[in-house]
Each structure stands twice: as structure tokens, then as C-alpha cells.
């Protein structure tokens, strides 16, 4: 059984940054492809940026020269950079390990992130 632990959100004005961090329990992020998700106001959740084995990154086209996407084996963490934040970028954050058909494990609780003036 895994769980996954979000942190680092909050309420940030436009054009601030946050770093959001990842746990898991087990060292379950070296085996895996990692991603961070949202869920905005009345949205569909949806995949914001991954990382994989190899530390190869993609991102939304939303997010792309914003967000950062990083792991840490070490400290068996993912983490997500964001500047240049936006009212839109306004949603909760997740992160899970994007499978075939779905992600591999229950969400966590997630991290509230707010871009508000």
C-alpha cells in the first residue's frame, strides 16, 4: 500500500513561486515515472508535468517555462518548482505515477495551491 504525502502549497500573489513536495511511503520513486496533476475550480484533474527514471521531463503546454519538475532519490522525493505563478494555475496538486490506464495508486490528500491578489 503506498501513500503519497503533498506539502507545500498555499496562497501566493501572481507572479510568486511555491515549491510543492512529494513523500512516499517505500522507495517506490526510483522504479517509477512521476508526475504532478491539478484539479482546478469545477476542472478536471489533469496532468500538469512528469518525470521519469532517467529524470526526462515533460510538462503541459500551460506550465512549460514556469514549472520544474525534479526527484530526489536520495530523499525519495518529487518535486515541483512553480514561478511565475497565475490565477489560473489555482487548483490542488496531487502526485501520483501515471500508468496505462490511470495512475498506479490512491490519491493523496493534496496541496491547496492559491494565486490570488
Known amino acids: 500500500h503506498v501513500q503519497l504525502v503533498e506539502s507545500g502549497g498555499g496562497l501566493v500573489q501572481p507572479g510568486g513561486s511555491l515549491r510543492l513536495s512529494c513523500a512516499a511511503s517505500?522507495?517506490?520513486?526510483?522504479?517509477?515515472?512521476m508526475a504532478w496533476y491539478r484539479q482546478g475550480p469545477g476542472k478536471q484533474r489533469e496532468l500538469v508535468a512528469g518525470i521519469t527514471r532517467s529524470s526526462t521531463t515533460n510538462y503541459a503546454d500551460s506550465v512549460k517555462g514556469r514549472f520544474t519538475i525534479s526527484r530526489d532519490g536520495a530523499k525519495n522525493t518529487v518535486s515541483l518548482q512553480m514561478n511565475s505563478l497565475k490565477p489560473e494555475d489555482t487548483a490542488v496538486y496531487y502526485c501520483n505515477a501515471p500508468g496505462i490506464n490511470g495512475p498506479l495508486w490512491a490519491w493523496g490528500q493534496g496541496t491547496q495551491v492559491t494565486v490570488s491578489s
Open positions: 517505500g522507495s517506490i520513486f526510483s522504479t517509477n515515472t
